[in-house]
């Protein structure tokens, strides 16, 4: 079974950044990808990154290319979503998927693993 847990979410300002992190509790993520998903009120879930936990590659939404980051701390066992220059739009309800790898993919339904969220707002 994989159980994730999403943390960092906040209200936050345009132009501010936060970081979110997502954890496997009591296993890694060897052999996972591990994406971030968003919705805001009245949209469709939408991809944000993935990550290949094993070599680290990543893969972006354009909505977000050059603002995020997602990195992962083997130490630690943690997948981080770094967020600066946020904006407005990028308000939502931020999710942590995994699924076993090794495809970086973007549709929710490729995913069997998720967290409940951590929220995400930006003020204008």
Known sequence: QVQLAESGG????????LRLSCSRLGRTFTSYVISWFRQA?????????AL????GV??????VKGRFTISRDNAKNLVYLQMNSLKPED????????????????????????GQGTQVTVSS
């Open 10 to 17: 906040g209200l936050v300002q345009a132009g501010d950044s």
């Open 91 to 114: 308000t939502a309800l931020y999710y942590c998927a995994a699924s076993q790898g090794p495809m970086l993919r973007e549709r929710s339904s490729d995913y069997s693993y998720w």
């Open 58 to 63: 990543g893969r972006y939404a354009d909505s």
């Open 52 to 55: 290949r936990w094993n070599d």
């Open 41 to 49: 009120p009245g949209n469709e879930q939408e991809f944000v990154a």
